[in-house]
């Protein structure tokens, strides 16, 4: 028998996108359970030898916890009762398997901290959107690797300024460092009068 667990974490879609999505891997469930507070329901009395339980998502284990170390232990322990009762396990993307070693929670584990690409409650709560910055074309990411050879002349905030018209916004400190890794360059080191300093003294 084809058993579901379909969560109410609003980053895996709506139930209706989680049963569709079902459906679109070939499962028709005779049985479906809603939410961590059906999990216990759904694995104790709800499958048995045999069965194979499809999760709509790996998170459809995490139940109520917010601690990422309880929600590992609780999936594990989950997920060994569902081996030892014979019950395999089907996630999105991936045949249906036992999983009761180490190498299968690991497997298991990154499957439930892919992002899913929705926002989440407090994303929603909290609208908003990172800066979206635009590629340098080749004469800007000249113009970078000139700046960045001026290490005597301009400081990495001082590039930051300077990329800024190019980018459409200016980046952090570490964007500039991100993007200088991106393009091969070398790391700046020490300003030259910076280092005589230090020699001087």
């Not at 497997?107 to 908003?128: D, L, N, V």
Request: glycine share 8%.
């Amino acid at each position: 028998m084809i058993v579901a667990l379909l969560t109410l974490n609003q980053r895996c879609g709506s139930l209706g996108d989680q049963r569709r999505a079902m459906a679109a891997e070939g499962y028709a469930p005779e049985r479906e359970y809603v939410g961590p507070e059906e999990i216990e329901e759904c694995i104790i009395r709800g499958t048995r030898d045999g069965d194979v339980l499809v999760l709509s998502d790996a998170r459809a284990l995490d139940g109520k916890d917010r601690d990422s170390r309880t929600k590992k232990r609780k999936r594990e322990i989950w997920l060994h009762d569902l081996a030892e009762r014979g019950v395999k396990v089907a996630i999105p993307g991936l045949e249906p398997r036992f999983y009761d070693e180490p190498e299968a929670f690991a497997i298991f584990h990154a499957e439930a901290r892919k992002p899913t690409g929705r926002p989440s409650a407090k994303q929603k709560r909290m609208p908003g959107r990172p800066p979206i910055y635009k590629a340098l074309d080749e004469a800007g990411e000249a113009q970078f690797r000139t700046w960045w050879s001026m290490v005597n002349k301009l400081t990495v905030p001082d590039i930051a300024g300077l990329l800024a018209p190019l980018l459409g916004k200016k980046p952090s400190r570490s964007q500039v460092y991100a993007l200088a890794e991106k393009l091969g360059l070398p790391d700046r080191g020490k300003r030259p009068d910076m280092q005589k300093k230090e020699d001087q003294s």
